[in-house]
């Protein structure tokens, strides 16, 4: 029998980009993800003496269903690690034809976006940007401000997050510093 669920509502504080509601939260700190940045010295010499906060994502309970709409809003805290941005860890789909849909809200930020053969892109967005990623494209965002990048993040509650292909060849480029600005560089240990 069709399960109905009552209709509910949530509330993200604009200020601070936090999510009131029964939810998840999930937090990275550098040593979760510390391969994926291009500077192993500058990660090893950041860790020795604290292990600071990347990211949080806020994410609502819904089941992880054909139907369902999952939603979540991400801060990415300002920072570097060496010359490049903090951002997130990234991810395909495993339901790759699914897409996602990513609505800015505070701070500045790259939304950087691959194929499964090596075609990369990126969009700028602030707040009011609504992206679109559609099928079958990795997403990683990075904050390239100095204030939290924080986004709204809406996509089928069935897709599932594939982090290992990302873990394994990482994404075509990075956002680094040069001259106070974010740049695009090649990544050069990126593998697909
Ligand atoms: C957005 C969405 C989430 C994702 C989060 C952090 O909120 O895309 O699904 O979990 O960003 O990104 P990641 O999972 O790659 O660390
Ligand atoms: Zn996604």
């Known amino acids: ?16 980009g936090l999510l009131w509601h029964p939810r998840r ?13 291009r500077d192993p010295d ?7 003496s604290r292990d600071p906060l990347v990211y949080r994502v806020d994410e609502i309970e819904v089941p992880q269903e054909v139907g369902h709409l999952l939603y979540s809003v991400t801060v990415i805290y300002p920072g ?19 897409a996602e849909v990513y609505v800015g809200l505070q701070g500045r930020g790259y939304l950087l976006m691959q194929t499964r053969d090596g075609w990369c892109t990126h969009l700028e967005m602030q707040r009011g940007t609504v992206a679109y990623v559609p099928p079958y494209w990795a997403h990683r965002t990075i904050n390239i401000g100095h204030e939290p990048f924080v986004f709204y993040a809406i996509y ?11 873990e394994e060849t990482g994404f075509g480029m990075r956002v680094v510093e040069r001259n106070g600005q974010p740049v695009l560089i090649p990544n050069e240990q990126h593998g697909g």
């Open 1 to 16: 029998m069709t399960e109905i669920m009552m209709p509910w509502s949530a509330h993200i504080n604009l200020d601070n």
């Open 156 to 166: 089928p509650a069935q897709a599932g997050h594939d982090y290992r292909s990302i």
């Open 80 to 98: 570097k690690v060496g010359d490049e941005f903090y951002m997130t860890k990234g991810h395909f789909h495993v339901r790759e034809e699914c």
């Open 25 to 37: 939260i999930i937090t990275r700190h550098l040593s979760d993800m510390a391969d994926m940045y």
């Open 42 to 48: 500058a990660v090893k010499a950041e860790l020795e």
